[in-house]
């Protein structure tokens, strides 16, 4: 069984384009380890800037295999240099009923 997550990355100071070049990267490196199912990944923006990235893990077992994988903790690094990980709950927009993001279109 699957798993959606909702990542929030902030991004830091001068690091945007950094970070939305990470993450074109993401989906494909994780899916090339298996760790992700095929189904579409979406990104979108907060007011604040912050980006925000849903998609499915294979499963619990895949959660735990990428925190152990060397290429994937590689990339995290990256991210981690790029921005802030942010919780959902800050985010303005998660405040109300079916918060609005604007969509992030490659």
Known sequence: MGQFVIACYRPREGKEDRLLKLLKEHMPLLRGEKLVTDRPSCVMRAGDGTFLEVFEWRSAEAIDRAHANETVKAMW??????????????????????????????
């Open 77 to 106: 690094k990256k991210f981690e240099e790029a921005c802030e990980y942010e919780v959902l709950a800050n985010l303005k927009e998660a405040r109300q009923p079916f918060p609005p993001f604007q969509p992030v279109d490659w």
